[in-house]
């Protein structure tokens, strides 16, 4: 049996008050995520399979955050044990993507290629981890050799995507993957 996959929906900022409420930065595009009764994982950003699930019992809209109330959690002192957490939700929990639309934990494990390649020349990499840094994309794809590039990934870089095939096409802006040649 496959392990369940979580999918981090926003981080815990801080305790708000007295009575155990947790401000949260949510990056879901969906508040039904935080609804009354759902069931939410705490957890560390590197290992939600090391979290506890929390039921929300109360939550309300703060200067662009989400002040939480969840069972469990009755005053600050144990709100504060929770500062820094991840807050995930189980991946098969998700409604389906648009059609348009991916789910960025699906480009985890495709291979790139390089726009104007042919057809029998090698990949560039894999893309091991997809940052959201507020402004954009960032792909962390290794290369054959072991490499780490760090690729914006904005519509004008990313002509074509094909989760089904695995693959996604880069055309990088010149001079970057330069930035990654180091002579040995």
């Not at 500062?83 to 790139?112: N, Q, S, T």
């Not at 870089?157 to 330069?178: M, R, S, T, W």
Request: hydrophobic share 40%; proline share 9%.
């Amino acid at each position: 049996m496959a392990a369940n996959r979580y999918i981090i929906v926003g981080d815990v900022i801080r305790p708000h008050g007295i009575r155990g409420e947790l401000s949260i930065d949510s990056y879901a595009d969906s508040p039904s995520y935080f609804a009354p009764g759902a069931r939410l994982r705490l957890a560390p950003p590197d290992r939600p399979e090391r979290g506890r699930d929390y039921v929300v019992r109360a939550v309300r809209e703060h200067k662009g955050r989400f002040l939480i109330t969840f069972d469990g959690v009755p005053d600050r002192t144990a709100a504060e044990t929770l500062r820094g957490l991840a807050v995930c939700v189980l991946r098969d929990d998700l409604p389906p993507a648009a059609p348009d639309d991916i789910y960025l934990d699906e480009l985890i494990g495709v291979r790139v290629r390089l726009a104007g390649a042919a057809a029998d020349a090698p990949d560039l990499g894999v893309i091991e981890d997809v940052q959201d840094t507020g402004g954009g994309e960032l792909w962390r794809i290794r290369d054959a050799t072991g490499r780490e590039i760090l690729f914006p990934a904005t519509p004008q870089f990313v002509p074509h995507v094909d989760i089904e095939a695995g693959c996604v096409v880069i055309d990088p802006p010149p001079g970057l993957l330069e930035l990654y040649q180091v002579e040995e």
